[in-house]
């Protein structure tokens, strides 16, 4: 992911958290729900501080490390050309300054590629998001937790957890994945679900490892 991108996602949680929080109000006793809500975007927040930090930090250290290399480059091909000038007719300089200027292009961009792999590895190790979220479901309604209940219920059922449930029971009810996939898209319809939303992606997630290995 890119830093802006990064930059743009952590705005957006940001946004979203005081959007939320405003409206409280002083008398208002707030929901154990609304809390879970908001500490699940505060948490998500502190993951995408923790990689976009070390993103800033390695092209930090990659622009330092391509300036210093730079300069020792164009020392080289200073002293390269002193040495031609001294040994060669002056028709061959033209040559060795054309090739001294590849061979720095050349060098700057492989060292590039090299780095930004690099940190695609780095980051794909930091990234929360591990294997075990591709592993197989035997029951759906086992899968969730009780903040994950109240989480999709709260965003994706408008709050009406016997709603959630129904769904829920039904989902684990179909014989394959083709079933369970036209319930899904059956209700996002009626509830008007956006599917970039990230609890309608973990939503479908499980309910796709509900149904793996069928």
């Keep these: ?122 980051q794909e190790i930091t990234t929360p998001i591990t294997n075990i979220e591709q592993l197989p479901i035997s029951k759906l309604v086992d899968a969730f937790s009780l903040n994950d209940r109240y989480l999709y219920a709260n965003e994706l059922f408008g709050k009406d957890m016997g709603a959630f449930n129904e769904v829920v029971k039904n989902l684990d009810s179909s014989n394959n994945f083709e079933e369970a996939k036209a319930i899904l898209i059956s209700i996002g319809s009626e509830r008007n679900w956006d599917v970039e939303d990230e609890n309608v992606l973990s939503f479908t997630n499980l309910v796709e490892r509900r149904f793996l290995y069928k």
């Design 1 to 122: 992911m890119e830093i802006e991108q990064l930059r743009k996602e952590l705005n957006d949680l940001l946004d979203n958290v005081v959007d939320h929080s405003s409206n409280y109000s002083g008398n208002r006793q707030i929901p154990s729900l609304e809390i879970s809500y908001v500490l699940t975007k505060i948490n998500k927040m502190q993951e995408t501080l923790i990689i976009l930090k070390h993103l800033i930090k390695e092209e930090e250290k990659q622009i330092k490390k391509d300036k210093q290399q730079k300069r020792q480059l164009v020392q080289k091909q200073e002293n390269v050309i002193n040495e031609v000038e001294k040994e060669t007719p002056e028709f061959n300089i033209q040559s060795e300054i054309v090739i001294e200027e590849k061979e720095v292009e050349n060098s700057i961009q492989e060292k590039s590629e090299d780095v930004k792999d690099q940190i695609i590895d780095e």
